[in-house]
Protein backbone atom coordinates (compact mmCIF):
# COMPACT_ATOMS: atom_id res chain seq x y z
CA UNK A 1 0.00 0.00 0.00
CA UNK A 2 2.48 2.74 0.98
CA UNK A 3 4.41 1.78 -2.29
CA UNK A 4 1.56 2.37 -4.32
CA UNK A 5 1.37 5.52 -2.78
CA UNK A 6 4.89 6.66 -3.46
CA UNK A 7 4.12 5.25 -7.29
CA UNK A 8 1.12 7.54 -7.27
CA UNK A 9 2.69 10.42 -6.05
CA UNK A 10 5.96 9.80 -8.99
CA UNK A 11 3.48 10.00 -11.24
CA UNK A 12 1.47 13.36 -10.45
CA UNK A 13 5.09 14.82 -9.73
CA UNK A 14 7.00 13.42 -12.66
CA UNK A 15 6.65 13.80 -15.99
CA UNK A 16 6.86 10.92 -18.16
CA UNK A 17 9.81 12.18 -20.10
CA UNK A 18 12.01 12.89 -17.29
CA UNK A 19 15.25 10.63 -16.87
CA UNK A 20 15.92 9.19 -13.01
CA UNK A 21 13.97 11.49 -10.81
CA UNK A 22 14.80 10.53 -7.12
CA UNK A 23 13.11 11.57 -3.99
CA UNK A 24 15.07 13.91 -2.98
CA UNK A 25 14.52 16.06 -6.41
CA UNK A 26 11.11 15.41 -5.52
CA UNK A 27 11.22 16.48 -2.04
CA UNK A 28 13.42 19.28 -3.32
CA UNK A 29 10.74 20.43 -6.66
CA UNK A 30 7.70 20.03 -3.66
CA UNK A 31 9.85 22.36 -1.10
CA UNK A 32 10.52 24.87 -4.10
CA UNK A 33 7.77 25.10 -5.29
CA UNK A 34 5.52 24.76 -2.36
CA UNK A 35 7.43 27.75 -0.29
CA UNK A 36 7.08 30.12 -3.26
CA UNK A 37 3.34 29.23 -3.95
CA UNK A 38 2.75 29.28 -0.31
CA UNK A 39 5.15 32.82 0.54
CA UNK A 40 3.14 34.30 -2.79
CA UNK A 41 -0.38 33.29 -0.77
CA UNK A 42 0.44 34.76 2.44
CA UNK A 43 1.53 38.02 0.98
CA UNK A 44 -1.42 38.29 -1.19
CA UNK A 45 -3.61 37.67 2.20
CA UNK A 46 -1.58 39.95 4.21
CA UNK A 47 -3.70 42.55 1.77
CA UNK A 48 -6.72 40.83 1.39
CA UNK A 49 -9.90 42.12 2.13
CA UNK A 50 -11.13 39.47 4.72
CA UNK A 51 -12.45 40.09 7.81
CA UNK A 52 -8.61 40.08 9.97
CA UNK A 53 -7.63 42.94 8.19
CA UNK A 54 -10.43 45.91 9.62
CA UNK A 55 -9.26 48.86 7.33
CA UNK A 56 -8.76 46.74 4.03
CA UNK A 57 -12.28 44.68 5.00
CA UNK A 58 -14.22 47.96 5.79
CA UNK A 59 -12.72 49.72 2.21
CA UNK A 60 -13.66 46.77 0.39
CA UNK A 61 -17.37 46.79 2.01
CA UNK A 62 -17.63 50.47 0.88
CA UNK A 63 -16.95 49.72 -2.90
CA UNK A 64 -19.64 49.09 -5.41
CA UNK A 65 -19.89 46.38 -6.57
CA UNK A 66 -20.87 44.58 -10.15
CA UNK A 67 -23.49 41.62 -10.02
CA UNK A 68 -20.85 39.44 -10.79
CA UNK A 69 -18.73 40.06 -7.98
CA UNK A 70 -19.07 36.12 -6.00
CA UNK A 71 -19.36 35.65 -2.68
CA UNK A 72 -16.68 35.45 0.10
CA UNK A 73 -17.11 31.92 -0.41
CA UNK A 74 -16.11 31.84 -4.01
CA UNK A 75 -12.62 33.27 -2.63
CA UNK A 76 -11.98 29.32 -1.21
CA UNK A 77 -10.79 28.63 -4.91
CA UNK A 78 -7.45 29.65 -4.00
CA UNK A 79 -6.77 26.43 -1.82
CA UNK A 80 -7.15 23.91 -4.35
CA UNK A 81 -5.27 26.65 -7.45
CA UNK A 82 -2.51 27.04 -5.23
CA UNK A 83 -2.20 23.15 -4.70
CA UNK A 84 -2.69 22.80 -9.06
CA UNK A 85 -0.12 25.56 -8.99
CA UNK A 86 2.25 23.74 -6.43
CA UNK A 87 2.21 20.26 -8.16
CA UNK A 88 2.40 22.43 -11.65
CA UNK A 89 5.78 24.08 -10.55
CA UNK A 90 7.09 20.69 -9.31
CA UNK A 91 6.49 18.96 -12.76
CA UNK A 92 8.37 21.03 -14.78
CA UNK A 93 10.96 21.57 -11.99
CA UNK A 94 11.71 17.45 -12.47
CA UNK A 95 11.25 17.65 -16.65
CA UNK A 96 14.53 17.51 -18.39
CA UNK A 97 16.73 20.97 -18.34
CA UNK A 98 15.96 23.08 -21.79
CA UNK A 99 15.03 26.12 -22.94
CA UNK A 100 11.52 25.79 -23.00
CA UNK A 101 11.39 24.30 -19.00
CA UNK A 102 13.43 27.13 -18.36
CA UNK A 103 11.00 29.82 -20.02
CA UNK A 104 8.25 28.03 -18.59
CA UNK A 105 9.25 28.11 -14.85
CA UNK A 106 10.38 31.71 -15.61
CA UNK A 107 6.82 31.99 -16.11
CA UNK A 108 5.58 30.01 -13.22
CA UNK A 109 7.66 32.26 -10.77
CA UNK A 110 6.47 35.47 -12.43
CA UNK A 111 2.77 34.26 -11.38
CA UNK A 112 4.26 33.94 -7.65
CA UNK A 113 5.22 37.33 -7.55
CA UNK A 114 2.50 39.10 -9.78
CA UNK A 115 -0.39 37.44 -7.56
CA UNK A 116 1.15 39.17 -3.99
CA UNK A 117 1.61 42.46 -5.65
CA UNK A 118 -2.01 42.30 -7.44
CA UNK A 119 -3.14 42.13 -3.77
CA UNK A 120 -0.93 44.58 -2.90
CA UNK A 121 -2.09 47.27 -5.63
CA UNK A 122 -5.06 47.04 -5.10
CA UNK A 123 -5.89 46.44 -1.49
CA UNK A 124 -2.87 47.61 0.26
CA UNK A 125 -2.55 50.22 -1.30
CA UNK A 126 -5.76 51.54 -2.96
CA UNK A 127 -4.22 51.72 -6.23
CA UNK A 128 -7.22 49.93 -8.09
CA UNK A 129 -6.20 51.79 -11.49
CA UNK A 130 -2.48 50.27 -11.47
CA UNK A 131 -4.53 46.58 -9.83
CA UNK A 132 -6.16 46.95 -13.18
CA UNK A 133 -3.12 47.00 -15.44
CA UNK A 134 -1.30 44.86 -13.09
CA UNK A 135 -3.93 42.33 -13.46
CA UNK A 136 -4.29 42.26 -17.05
CA UNK A 137 -0.33 41.91 -16.54
CA UNK A 138 -1.25 39.14 -14.76
CA UNK A 139 -3.56 37.23 -17.04
CA UNK A 140 -1.11 37.78 -20.31
CA UNK A 141 1.44 36.10 -17.71
CA UNK A 142 -0.69 33.06 -17.12
CA UNK A 143 -1.85 32.52 -20.39
CA UNK A 144 1.50 32.56 -21.25
CA UNK A 145 2.68 30.05 -18.81
CA UNK A 146 -0.20 27.46 -19.73
CA UNK A 147 1.29 27.81 -23.64
CA UNK A 148 5.25 27.47 -22.21
CA UNK A 149 3.84 24.73 -19.73
CA UNK A 150 2.27 22.80 -22.61
CA UNK A 151 5.73 22.78 -24.76
CA UNK A 152 7.35 21.06 -21.60
CA UNK A 153 4.50 18.71 -19.67
CA UNK A 154 0.98 18.93 -20.73
CA UNK A 155 -0.37 17.89 -17.56
CA UNK A 156 1.71 20.89 -16.10
CA UNK A 157 -0.04 22.94 -18.50
CA UNK A 158 -3.55 21.67 -17.86
CA UNK A 159 -3.27 22.14 -13.88
CA UNK A 160 -2.75 25.46 -14.40
CA UNK A 161 -5.71 26.37 -16.60
CA UNK A 162 -7.98 26.82 -13.45
CA UNK A 163 -5.47 29.40 -12.33
CA UNK A 164 -5.38 31.68 -16.07
CA UNK A 165 -9.27 30.91 -15.73
CA UNK A 166 -9.85 32.68 -11.98
CA UNK A 167 -7.05 35.09 -12.53
CA UNK A 168 -8.89 36.38 -15.97
CA UNK A 169 -12.04 36.60 -13.59
CA UNK A 170 -10.27 38.47 -11.18
CA UNK A 171 -8.68 40.82 -13.71
CA UNK A 172 -12.30 41.78 -15.27
CA UNK A 173 -13.73 42.22 -11.80
CA UNK A 174 -10.79 44.27 -10.47
CA UNK A 175 -11.19 46.37 -13.07
CA UNK A 176 -14.64 46.81 -13.21
CA UNK A 177 -13.92 47.33 -9.13
CA UNK A 178 -11.78 50.87 -10.73
CA UNK A 179 -14.22 51.60 -12.94
CA UNK A 180 -17.10 52.13 -10.77
CA UNK A 181 -15.17 53.31 -8.12
CA UNK A 182 -12.85 55.91 -9.60
CA UNK A 183 -14.32 59.23 -8.64
CA UNK A 184 -15.08 57.92 -4.92
CA UNK A 185 -13.21 59.40 -2.29
CA UNK A 186 -11.99 56.92 0.04
Request: with cysteine; proline share 7%; charged share 20%.
Given at each position: ??????E??????????????????I???????????????L???????????????????????????????????????????T?S?????????????????????????L??L????????????????????????????V?????????????????????????????E?????R????
Amino acid sequence: MRQALVEQARDALVPRQAARVGNGDIATALAVCGGAVLASGLLAARWSPSPVHGRIRRDYERLEKPPFNPPDSAFAIWGPIYAALTVSGARLWNAPPSPARRRALAHWFGIQGLNALWMWLGFGQRMRGAATLEAAATTVNAVAYVEAARRVDRPAAWLAVPYAAWIGFAALLTEELWRRNRGRVE
